[in-house]
């Protein structure tokens, strides 16, 4: 799909990876870029269009898509991450990882499909994780949220070829942003993140692996689990 002229549609574009996405389509010749957020009075970036959008709000979903008809490329990026366990997290906290991710992400899509295809199929980029193919119990909740939007993905992919909507997955490890400021260890620039998942969009990619530890892991899931787990067999 061709970036420069497209009209794009960000979640969760009011900061992190989501306002790298929406600098990142302006400054690649978009004609119009809504940058979607539950505040939008929280959205600062200029030359966007504010666009007030809640994706675990099937009204406020079916709201956006009313002013944003025009849509031509879909980018789902909103997020939440509480750090549940499964077994000892709050049940409401791991409900909102799944509302958001995975539930959130087909809402959004389902809404904003036939514009789409009004408009000539046009393209959707999820913003994924490499946890959405290996976990641990701190960010198990996020994880399963993950792995469930990678299989939305997967069969989006497929239920929207015939109206020639391309669907692009990113997946990526911990980004210099809010929601990883808790971790110790190497960060990817959100804003090189943005650049590479649209260059994916660009050329028509089925997949965007963002770093070196996404690329390992994908690598990884032909092998034998030990590998991706070496707990298992210490």
Not at 46 to 66: K, N, Q
Not at 143 to 156: D, E, F, I, P
Not at 181 to 186: L, T
Not at 190 to 209: K, S, Y
Request: hydrophobic share 45%; glycine share 10%; no cysteine.
């Amino acid at each position: 799909m061709e970036i420069t002229g497209a009209v794009a549609l960000v979640t969760g574009a009011n900061r992190g990876l989501g306002r790298q996405f929406a600098a990142a389509l302006l400054a690649r010749g978009a004609k119009k870029v809504y940058a979607a957020a539950r505040n939008p009075e929280s959205v600062d970036l200029p030359g966007v269009v504010p666009l007030r959008l809640d994706v675990t709000d099937p009204e406020s979903i079916r709201a956006a898509a009313a002013q944003a008809g025009d849509v031509t490329l879909l980018v789902n990026n909103a997020g939440s991450s509480t750090g549940s366990s499964l077994l000892g997290g709050s049940l409401d906290d791991i409900k909102l990882e799944m509302d958001t991710h995975y539930f959130g992400t087909l809402a959004v899509t389902r809404e904003f499909a036939p514009i789409l295809e009004r408009n000539g199929g046009g393209a959707v980029l999820n913003v994924l994780s490499v946890l959405s193919w290996f976990t641990s119990p701190q960010v198990a909740a996020y994880s399963a949220a993950k792995s469930a939007a990678w299989s939305l993905t997967n069969a989006l992919r497929l239920e929207l070829a015939p109206q020639k909507t391309q669907v692009t997955a990113l997946h990526v490890g911990y980004m210099d942003t809010d929601m990883a400021k808790h971790v110790d260890g190497p960060k990817i620039d959100p804003a090189v993140v943005a650049g590479l998942a649209l260059d994916g969009v660009g050329q028509g990619r089925f997949e965007v692996l963002a770093d070196d530890v996404t690329r390992n892991v994908r690598a990884g899931l032909s092998g034998d689990l030990a590998g991706l787990y070496p707990a298992l067999v210490s």
